[in-house]
T-cell receptor, first 113, second 111 residues
C-alpha cells in the first residue's frame, strides 16, 4: 500500500513568493496532520483535520500560513508571502482516526532565500 | 519545563549492546506514548506504541512505561549500526488529539 505522499520533495523559492505544499494521505485514513521540523524548534504541529474539517490550527505561526483539505485524499499547506524563517522540512502525517497512530510522509524541504 | 523531554545525545553504544533511550513528560493525564525513529534526512517512522504501565516487546525493541514517574523508555537489544538514528518520543494526553514530540535522542551504534 502507498504511504503518505507529499509533493514537491524540495522547494527553493525567493522571499515574497507563494509556496504550496501538497499531501495525499493513506487511503482510508480520516485524520491528517501538518508538521514543521527545524533544528531549533524540533517537530511542531501546525494544523490537523478530521474528516476534511480543520480541528485545530493553533500551531499555524501566522496568517501567512493557510491549509485546506477539499476532499479525503488531498490537502494543501500554503505560505503567502514566504519568508526566509519559513525554511524548514514540512511533514504531512495521516491516521485512521484522531487517536490512532500517525504515519508520516517523506516531507518537503523548503528553502526560502 | 518542556512538555516532553529527551536527552539530545549523542548516545553512543557498541554494536551488540543494549541501547536505552529515555523520555519524561509533564502532563500527568497523558495516556498514549509513541517512539519514532528518524534517519538523517528522512521522515519519522513509527516503531512502538504503548498505552499501559509495564513493558511491551516487539522484536529487539522494548518500550517501558511508568505513569507514576511520568517516564517512558525504549530499549534496543543487540544494537546494530543500522539502528543509528534520532529517536523521537511522542505523547498524547487523554483530552487532546495532538501528539507532543520531544526533541529526540541521537543514537550512534559503533561497529
Amino acid at each position: 500500500d502507498a504511504g503518505v505522499i507529499q509533493s514537491p520533495r524540495h522547494e527553493v523559492t525567493e522571499m515574497g513568493q507563494e509556496v504550496t505544499l501538497r499531501c495525499k494521505p493513506i487511503s482510508g485514513h480520516n485524520s491528517l496532520f501538518w508538521y514543521r521540523q527545524t533544528m531549533m524548534r524540533g517537530l511542531e504541529l501546525l494544523i490537523y483535520f478530521n474528516n476534511n474539517v480543520p480541528i485545530d490550527d493553533s500551531g499555524m505561526p501566522e496568517d501567512r500560513f493557510s491549509a485546506k483539505m477539499p476532499n479525503a485524499s488531498f490537502s494543501t499547506l500554503k505560505i503567502q508571502p514566504s519568508e526566509p524563517r519559513d525554511s524548514a522540512v514540512y511533514f504531512c502525517a495521516s491516521s485512521l482516526a484522531l487517536r490512532y497512530e500517525q504515519y508520516f510522509g517523506p516531507g518537503t524541504r523548503l528553502t526560502v532565500t | 519545563q518542556k512538555e516532553v523531554e529527551q536527552n539530545s545525545g549523542p548516545l553512543s553504544v557498541p554494536e551488540g549492546a543494549i541501547a536505552s533511550l529515555n523520555c519524561t513528560y509533564s502532563d500527568r493525564v497523558s495516556q498514549s506514548f509513541f517512539w519514532y525513529r528518524q534517519y538523517s534526512g528522512k521522515s519519522p517512522e513509527l516503531i512502538m506504541s504503548i498505552y499501559s504501565n509495564g513493558d511491551k516487546e516487539d522484536g529487539r525493541f522494548t518500550a517501558q512505561l511508568n505513569k507514576a514517574s511520568q517516564y517512558v523508555s525504549l530499549l534496543i537489544r543487540d544494537s546494530q549500526p543500522s539502528d543509528s538514528a534520532t529517536y523521537l518520543c511522542a505523547v498524547r494526553n487523554n483530552a487532546g488529539n495532538m501528539l507532543t514530540f520531544g526533541g529526540g535522542t541521537r543514537l550512534m551504534v559503533k561497529p
